[in-house]
């Protein structure tokens, strides 16, 4: 009996939050055409995919581990470009810093349609400050990526 009560008590949390996402992204204009996460951290990328898809605002989500690896899936996307980047710092291979620099110099014709987000556990103000000394249409938040920070992102620049 208290096992049954538990199931149906779960049920029906579960159904209200999903409701309450699904309403919340009502007011999203269209599904993002896909997201890039950029980080070399297998839990972090696990735990972000999951908030993106619970959210259902892409059917698109592409994981690379460092900025090499974006660099190339950018080269070679033609119907799936990116709207929104998440991109870690430290990473082995390109960082994101050195990821930055060569992104602005080859993507230029597409900066404008992709918002980059600094998605990193660094509390550094300089590392803030350098981001959006390389771009002013940068954001720089601290992860984890949660459901309110997501949503506020696609309040804020895609609705």
Not at 9 to 36: S, V
Not at 51 to 63: G, P, Q, R, S, W
Not at 132 to 158: C, G, M, Q, V
């Amino acid at each position: 009996m208290m096992k049954d009560l538990i199931k149906l008590f779960n049920f029906a949390w579960r159904k209200e939050k999903y409701e309450e996402l699904f309403k919340q992204n009502d007011n999203m204009k269209n599904k993002l055409n896909c997201i890039l996460l950029i980080d070399d951290d297998d839990a972090d990328n696990y735990i972000h995919q999951m908030i993106i898809n619970d959210m259902n605002i892409t059917d698109n989500i592409i994981v690379v581990e460092n900025g090499l690896q974006a660099l190339d899936y950018l080269k070679n996307s033609n119907k799936n470009y990116p709207e929104l980047i998440f991109l870690d710092i430290n990473m082995p291979a390109t960082n994101g810093w050195e990821f930055l620099k060569k992104y602005n110099d080859l993507y230029a014709d597409n900066k404008h349609k992709t918002l980059i987000i600094m998605l990193t556990t660094s509390e550094n103000p300089q590392d803030k400050n350098k981001a959006f000394e390389i771009s002013d249409s940068i954001e720089f938040i601290n992860k984890p990526l949660t459901e309110k920070i997501l949503r506020d992102i696609i309040a804020k620049h895609f609705n």
